[in-house]
């Protein structure tokens, strides 16, 4: 879908077409920069733009099929260069990233999003109200892109960093759903990475082809500049990854803490129930020999030894006395009682 397309003559708008057809057409005639922007293309829209500027197959390809990671490379005259915008959602703690394609000639610019982000409307506002960088061509509108981007990097850079505090502060509350909260930010934070680490690479290409293409020495200072904004939110990535992974092996080191600290106070509980159980096993069984000899003494059989015995009583009473105190000895020396 056809967003925005301008045509600049020395820096300044001359026309806005309302077709591809009628902005080639306006272009020529002017011979002035034209800026396409489309935001999911149909395939014809992205053909009509290649057959006019003379886009590589393969890098119309990648236009078309997307998916691809940040990374800069030339056909001749023009630089196709692709970058992943990103966006923090604080609500749900992810990032949300974009992707944008970016052809720049000698005389135009066409820029391809697949998604809402950047906003490039603020980009054209940007260099409209600064005709000083539109002068400097597809290169003046290269650069004010990545800016964009970079500046966009920057809240998301923010919100990670107060997830990751916020996981700092609960890491020692016993709270066990940290643990999945921890892993899910590693993951963005992974994606992150994924999407800036090869911003560098690209940028350093840039930089590299500065006197062989001759670019203007105050673009040069600006171009600089991004990199060293995009150096710092790469290592404040990395950063946040080796932080996350301190915090999932303490997370882990302490759920593994709490684990022992459970089975030690489940084990102490457990030898207490044995003693108590001794305890009451050895009066059980220290009750349990009278009862016996009253038991056998008590049944009244006529021909029953010691039953008409005239010191029986006395006997059976002295031998339930003298076997629970036998027991009772026992018991002390084995610590039961």
Do not use: C
């Amino acid at each position: 879908m056809l967003i925005n397309n301008v045509v600049y003559v020395d820096g300044k708008p001359v026309a806005s077409p309302a077709s591809l057809d009628e902005t080639y057409e306006v272009a020529r005639a002017h011979n002035g920069m034209a800026w396409i922007g489309l935001y999911r293309p149909d395939v014809d829209e992205v053909r009509s733009v290649a057959e006019e500027f003379g886009l590589h197959h393969l890098a119309v390809e990648d236009a078309i099929a997307a998916h691809q990671r940040p990374k800069s490379e030339r056909y001749g005259t023009t630089l196709f260069t692709v970058l992943r915008p990103a966006h923090y959602i604080d609500e749900t703690e992810e990032v949300e990233f974009g992707e944008l394609h970016v052809f720049t000639g000698p005389d135009f610019v066409v820029t391809i999003r697949h998604a809402e982000t950047p906003d490039l409307a603020k980009v054209r506002e940007r260099l409209e109200k600064a005709p000083e960088l539109l002068r400097h061509g597809p290169e003046g509108v290269l650069y004010a892109i990545l800016d964009q981007i970079v500046d966009e990097y920057g809240p998301v850079v923010n919100g990670l960093e107060n997830d990751i505090d916020e996981i700092e502060d609960e890491l020692f509350g016993g709270d066990p759903a940290v643990s999945k909260r921890i892993y899910d930010l590693s993951r963005e934070v992974i994606e992150f990475q994924r999407a800036t680490h090869p911003l560098i690479k690209v940028l350093d290409g840039l930089v590299a082809g500065f006197d062989k293409y001759h670019v203007d020495l105050e673009l040069q200072r600006h171009l600089r500049d991004v990199e060293d904004h995009a150096l710092r939110v790469v290592e404040r990535a990395d950063a946040f990854r080796s932080v996350l992974e301190n915090a999932l092996t303490v997370q882990a080191t302490l759920v593994g803490q709490r684990q022992n600290d459970e089975m030690r106070s489940l084990t102490e509980a457990s030898m207490a129930q044995n003693e108590e159980v001794k305890k009451i096993s050895a009066w059980a069984a220290i009750l349990f020999a009278p009862t016996l000899v009253g038991t056998v003494y008590g049944m009244n059989f006529d021909h029953m030894p010691e039953l008409h015995f005239r010191y029986g009583y006395q006997m059976a009473l002295g031998l339930m006395v003298a076997t629970s105190v036998t027991l009772y000895q026992i018991f002390r020396r084995r610590h039961w009682l």
